[in-house]
């Protein structure tokens, strides 16, 4: 069974700087998708950005980058220049084959001003 | 284009009680998917339904059931609620026929059993 992990169950950014969010999970499939979807106080969940296993090329999204490392099983998210909009849970989710998601357990993010 | 609605937003019921969530999925998209978020357990997946079958299922017990009609509107019932039904449910939809689409998901009904 796949599993997803996020170890980091709380984060803080200073406002303008960049912080990593961690992932690792576990699968023995070749065929998934893996993805950074954000929650804000809202409680809408947003994509924020995801990742073919096929592509060796590390996703980006303007100030949102991934380091994707398929043989660690490791993918981490990069928010570069901060800014206090970002603040919210952020999880990272594994599709499978057979189009289940997996979800983490959530990484809260605080921007500090 | 419209995004995903769920209705109602917010709902309050007493143990033993059966409830029924409603989600309208984006226009064109024939997949909808419900998740059950706790703080305890995270985002758990339900089931998956793609034009009008289910198609996933995760790992609650039978009191869970969902359908969705032939305009990909979906429904979700809980029957007899037990206080540990209380949650967010999130429905998510994607077009569901291409490997490379992508789910999005709805504002959630926040449910609550007293």
Redesign the interface.
């Known amino acids: 069974a796949q599993t997803v992990t996020q170890s980091q169950p709380e984060m803080s950014v200073q406002e303008a700087e960049t912080v990593t969010l961690s992932c690792t999970y576990d699968t023995s499939e070749s065929d998934y998708y893996l993805f950074w979807y954000k929650q804000p106080p809202s409680r809408q969940m947003i994509l924020v950005i995801r990742q073919e296993a096929y592509k060796q090329q590390n996703a980006t999204e303007n100030r949102f980058s991934v380091n994707f490392q398929k043989a660690a099983k490791s993918f981490s998210l990069k928010i570069s220049d901060s800014q206090l909009g970002d603040a919210a849970m952020y999880f990272c989710a594994y599709r499978s084959s057979t189009y289940k998601y997996i979800f983490g357990t959530g990484t809260r993010l605080k921007v500090l001003a | 284009k419209a995004g995903v609605t769920q209705t109602p937003r917010y709902l309050i019921k007493t143990r033993g009680q059966q409830v029924t969530l409603s989600c309208s999925p984006i226009s064109g998209h024939r997949?909808v998917?419900w998740?059950q978020q706790t703080p305890g357990q995270?985002?758990?997946?339900l089931f998956?339904y793609f034009s009008e079958t289910q198609?996933?299922k995760g790992n609650f017990p039978g009191r869970f059931s969902g359908r969705q009609f032939s305009n990909s509107r979906s429904e979700m019932n809980v029957s007899t609620l037990e206080l540990g039904d209380s949650a967010?449910y999130?429905c998510?939809s994607r077009l569901g026929g291409r490997?490379?689409d992508?789910?999005?998901?709805?504002?959630?009904t926040r449910l609550t059993v007293l």
């Open positions: 997949s998917s998740y995270g985002l758990q997946f998956e198609r996933n967010l999130l998510a490997a490379r992508t789910q999005y998901f709805g504002p959630g």
